[in-house]
């Protein structure tokens, strides 16, 4: 075998060499001569459980060791010496019939039948609680109805840690235990099992306590599965977190810091634009390749900035701190300030004034703004036109005077004698007006009032109007070809093309304000 490695230029790691070993650990089992045997560090925990001083202690490891009961054989049996101390009226006394079926109970929950190997093909469960002064966890899993235990937890919390709320502690628990049982849990599927309802809601929420959104981001790396469980059933993992350690030491205590979870350096593909100096503010490191001036620019800038785990917040020149955003948020802050009712579809500069109130900062605010107003179709569709998107002018040429009129139609408004409407000619030289009240504003009667017009004024050589029905249409265009006047129209989405008559309309609609007041009827 070895001659073939050698053949293959395959080179031997010799510190993973082991020849002609007695015993090997696989999967946390000892595989010897002896046959198969439990790692001790996985039960370490239960086989130096000190034996139970009092009622409530009895109790708590009845309901641990019942709830693998149905893999140990003659548990009843096993357990009755223990089990009679329950009974009413019996004094406590621990001897050593207790003592032998309390080790002997110990031995069963920690031999290789019922602490089995991890199936990587099975989701993992866990199952932790916390209670005054540790914390317990059990990593297992579930092959059909029964469940299997792995890994036994167990330690204390610091005097400091010992105040934490009971949120904050159950859901330490669950970051020692995802700490410990990590080698099995990563890029696996994990059920997560609690008796502290609030923690499901704490995975939601937003504006918790940095503390607990720091170990919530912790956790996002896992696949996790979260499932309610009564207190009565999580026995296992409240009898270990009820476990006093005498010989408590640094070692012994809770760390809620995984590893690696210093912030180090941000080193992303999609960096964010304050990548720099938050790496300078966590880990004091300055940018590589960096000139004399951009080092002095740098530092300059950095004054208006500070760091408060998990977010860049930047002193603005008015006094205002601001949380630094990039990315996608950026995106979904803008669409709120301008989309949402109290946005209200602003302009570009109060659209990003919003933001900044809002308490929000990136450097590319307006620019964006901008681009979003851009691109926003309900602003550019009651919005006015620019001159950029104008239509073209059409070419309208005046000769003399009384051969170019320009007509158009005011209305409605409150009937007064049947009539609704105002038609209304000029001439574009002399500015001479013609008006007439008429009951509605069809072609018909447009007609009417053209023949008296020109029969008055004479023949004119054009006609301009707005494209309404009442001037385009079939009937109009065949009257003017019979009176050889040539019908223009005006540009769409332009008024300014019918300026002489717009401005007569404006003046008569003044006058009838000034005249009729509150009685349409005169």
């Given at each position: 075998?070895?001659?073939?490695?050698?053949?293959?230029?395959?080179v031997?790691?010799?510190?993973?060499?082991?020849?002609m070993?007695?015993?090997?650990?696989?999967?946390?089992?000892k595989?010897?001569?002896?046959?198969?045997?439990?790692?001790?560090?996985?039960?370490?925990?239960?086989?130096?459980?000190?034996?139970?001083?009092?009622?409530?202690?009895?109790?708590?490891?009845?309901?641990?060791?019942?709830?693998?009961?149905?893999?140990?054989?003659?548990?009843?049996?096993?357990?009755r010496?223990?089990?009679?101390?329950?009974?009413?009226?019996?004094?406590?006394?621990?001897?050593?019939?207790?003592?032998?079926?309390?080790?002997?109970?110990?031995?069963?929950?920690?031999?290789?039948?019922?602490?089995?190997?991890?199936?990587?093909?099975?989701?993992?469960?866990?199952?932790?609680?916390?209670s005054?002064?540790?914390?317990?966890?059990?990593?297992?899993?579930?092959?059909?109805?029964?469940?299997?235990?792995?890994?036994?937890?167990?330690?204390?919390?610091?005097?400091?840690?010992?105040?934490?709320?009971?949120?904050?502690?159950?859901?330490?628990?669950?970051?020692?235990?995802?700490?410990?049982?990590?080698?099995?849990?990563?890029?696996?599927?994990?059920?997560?099992?609690?008796?502290?309802?609030?923690?499901?809601?704490?995975?939601?929420?937003?504006?918790?306590?940095?503390?607990?959104?720091?170990?919530?981001?912790?956790?996002?790396?896992?696949?996790?599965?979260?499932?309610?469980?009564?207190?009565?059933?999580?026995?296992?993992?409240?009898?270990?977190?009820?476990?006093?350690?005498?010989?408590?030491?640094?070692?012994?205590?809770?760390?809620?810091?995984?590893?690696?979870?210093?912030?180090?350096?941000?080193?992303?593909?999609?960096?964010?634009?304050?990548?720099?100096?938050?790496?300078?503010?966590?880990?004091?490191?300055?940018?590589?390749?960096?000139?004399?001036?951009?080092?002095?620019?740098?530092?300059?800038?950095?004054?208006?900035?500070?760091?408060?785990?998990?977010?860049?917040f930047?002193?603005?020149?008015?006094?205002?701190?601001?949380?630094?955003?990039?990315?996608?948020?950026?995106?979904?802050?803008?669409?709120?300030?301008?989309?949402?009712?109290?946005?209200?579809?602003?302009?570009?500069?109060?659209?990003?004034?919003?933001?900044?109130?809002?308490?929000?900062?990136?450097?590319?605010i307006?620019?964006?703004?901008?681009?979003?107003?851009?691109?926003c179709?309900?602003?550019?569709?009651?919005?006015?036109?620019?001159?950029?998107?104008?239509?073209?002018?059409?070419?309208?040429?005046?000769?003399?005077?009384?051969?170019?009129?320009?007509?158009?139609?005011?209305?409605?408004?409150?009937?007064?004698?049947?009539?609704?409407?105002?038609?209304?000619?000029?001439?574009?030289?002399?500015?001479?007006?013609?008006?007439?009240?008429?009951?509605?504003?069809?072609?018909?009667?447009?007609?009417?009032?053209l023949?008296?017009?020109?029969?008055?004024?004479?023949?004119?050589?054009?006609?301009?109007?707005?494209?309404?029905?009442?001037?385009?249409?079939?009937?109009?265009?065949?009257?003017?070809?019979?009176?050889?006047?040539?019908?223009?129209?005006?540009?769409?989405?332009?008024?300014?093309?019918?300026?002489?008559?717009?401005n007569?309309?404006?003046?008569?609609?003044?006058?009838?304000?000034?005249?009729?007041?509150?009685?349409?009827a005169?």
């Amino acid at each position: 075998m070895l001659q073939r490695c050698k053949e293959a230029h395959l080179v031997l790691n010799w510190e993973k060499c082991h020849f002609m070993v007695k015993e090997g650990i696989v999967l946390g089992h000892k595989v010897s001569s002896a046959g198969l045997e439990v790692d001790n560090a996985k039960i370490n925990v239960i086989s130096k459980l000190p034996p139970p001083t009092n009622i409530k202690g009895v109790r708590s490891f009845l309901r641990h060791a019942s709830f693998y009961r149905h893999f140990i054989k003659d548990f009843s049996k096993i357990a009755r010496p223990i089990t009679k101390l329950l009974e009413k009226d019996t004094p406590f006394e621990f001897d050593d019939e207790c003592q032998k079926a309390f080790e002997l109970l110990k031995e069963k929950l920690t031999c290789a039948p019922v602490i089995v190997s991890p199936n990587w093909n099975l989701p993992f469960e866990i199952m932790c609680d916390a209670s005054d002064f540790a914390v317990g966890a059990v990593l297992g899993q579930k092959d059909g109805k029964n469940f299997h235990p792995i890994y036994f937890a167990s330690e204390t919390l610091n005097p400091t840690q010992q105040k934490y709320t009971i949120t904050e502690k159950e859901l330490m628990a669950v970051v020692f235990a995802f700490d410990k049982f990590r080698s099995y849990l990563i890029l696996s599927k994990t059920i997560f099992y609690t008796d502290h309802s609030p923690l499901r809601n704490l995975f939601k929420k937003q504006d918790a306590k940095p503390r607990l959104i720091r170990w919530i981001l912790l956790l996002q790396e896992f696949d996790i599965e979260i499932k309610d469980r009564k207190g009565t059933e999580n026995a296992a993992a409240d009898h270990l977190s009820r476990i006093e350690n005498d010989e408590s030491s640094d070692d012994s205590k809770v760390d809620d810091n995984f590893l690696g979870e210093t912030l180090i350096e941000i080193n992303t593909k999609d960096e964010p634009w304050f990548v720099e100096f938050a790496n300078y503010l966590v880990g004091d490191i300055i940018p590589k390749g960096m000139t004399y001036q951009k080092k002095n620019k740098f530092f300059s800038d950095l004054k208006h900035y500070f760091w408060e785990e998990p977010y860049l917040f930047k002193v603005c020149s008015n006094g205002m701190i601001r949380r630094c955003i990039f990315g996608p948020e950026t995106r979904t802050i803008l669409d709120q300030c301008h989309h949402r009712p109290t946005g209200g579809h602003y302009g570009p500069n109060i659209t990003a004034k919003k933001v900044l109130d809002s308490g929000f900062y990136w450097p590319t605010i307006i620019k964006e703004a901008y681009t979003l107003v851009r691109l926003c179709e309900a602003c550019q569709n009651i919005g006015n036109i620019s001159k950029s998107n104008e239509m073209p002018l059409n070419n309208i040429q005046v000769c003399k005077i009384f051969d170019i009129w320009g007509i158009d139609f005011m209305g409605p408004f409150p009937k007064s004698y049947k009539y609704e409407y105002i038609l209304v000619t000029i001439d574009y030289i002399s500015k001479w007006a013609e008006a007439q009240a008429l009951p509605t504003n069809d072609a018909r009667v447009v007609i009417t009032f053209l023949k008296k017009l020109f029969c008055h004024f004479g023949m004119p050589k054009a006609l301009i109007s707005n494209r309404g029905t009442h001037f385009w249409n079939k009937i109009m265009e065949r009257t003017m070809k019979r009176y050889g006047v040539n019908h223009h129209f005006s540009t769409s989405y332009h008024p300014q093309t019918s300026g002489q008559v717009e401005n007569t309309n404006r003046v008569l609609k003044r006058i009838l304000e000034k005249t009729v007041k509150d009685n349409p009827a005169i």
